[in-house]
């Protein structure tokens, strides 16, 4: 089955997983692009697309929902914005973005994993300083212009661990950070010409409806654990493959079959 295709139904589980969890899911489109070895170069562009129309109902449902801070997230955004329009410009050699993404894929799943395991803390927030939004949003913005990527995967955890943001709101903060910033990114790749794939009206289509399916779970409290287990295992296996895959003469799907 060639594969553009078949990406169709697993970018729609991809978009509903992650929306209900108050993300858009490029680290879930990198990977399944990964694991059906799309041409490098057109990766991240499509990241980006996917990421801006699932982050932006994501964004819809959370802040109608009054699960959000503008407090906490405006001076994260502001310093993040310019970094990810840089980043969108840079357009990686094949063999350092297979090496980037798939560390950044591993290092996401490492974060899921934390998510789903670490006991829930609904303790009053405490106010974010300043010189922590820069150093938040400074790093995550630029690496997720490179990548094709929101960053909002690195800012739910790190809102989490410093308790800068209470739990019901930091989705809504991460879903509309992921959009404007893959916006940014995106504007920044088009300055350096954008190639839509043909398929992509389709493939829009179908994280549409995951978006507004797994958002509206998002909002309304569904369990989000198990959820989080499966993305580290598909997080983890796609990370392994880019980065075994950066050796010309080994693939990752040389160790799941044998072939005499």
Avoid at 4 to 19: G, N, T
Avoid at 62 to 79: E, N, T
Avoid at 168 to 180: D, V
Wanted: glycine share 10%.
């Amino acid at each position: 089955m060639d594969p553009h295709f078949l990406a169709l139904p697993i970018f729609f589980c991809v978009a509903l997983l992650y929306s209900s969890v108050g993300h858009a899911g490029a680290s879930g489109y990198l990977a399944v692009m990964a694991l059906l070895s799309f041409a490098p170069e057109t990766i991240k562009p499509t990241s980006l697309v996917l990421n801006v129309a699932v982050a932006g109902i994501a964004s819809w449902r959370f802040l109608r929902a009054g699960c959000f801070s503008w407090k906490v997230f405006w001076p994260v955004a502001v310093v993040a914005l310019p970094l990810a329009f840089l980043g969108g410009r840079l357009q990686l050699p094949s063999r350092a973005f297979a090496v980037v993404a798939g560390v950044f894929l591993i290092a996401s799943a490492l974060l899921m994993a934390w998510r789903a395991l670490r006991k829930p803390e609904d303790r009053d927030p405490r106010p974010m300083p300043l010189f922590a939004s820069i150093g938040v949003g400074l790093p995550i913005g630029f690496l997720s212009g490179i990548i094709g990527v929101g960053g909002g995967i690195f800012l739910s955890p790190i809102l989490i661990a410093g308790r800068w943001a209470a739990l019901r709101h930091i989705s809504g903060i991460a879903a509309l950070f992921i959009f404007i910033n893959s916006l940014s990114g995106l504007a920044g790749r088009m300055t350096k010409g954008l190639e839509v794939h043909p398929f992509m009206p389709w493939w829009l289509l179908a994280v549409v409806a995951g978006g507004i399916i797994g958002s509206w779970l998002g909002v309304s409290r569904f369990g989000a654990r198990a959820i989080l287990i499966a993305l580290f295992l598909v997080l983890t296996t796609a990370g392994m493959k880019l980065l075994f895959a950066v050796d010309g003469r080994l693939s990752f799907s040389d160790f799941l079959i044998f072939t005499p």
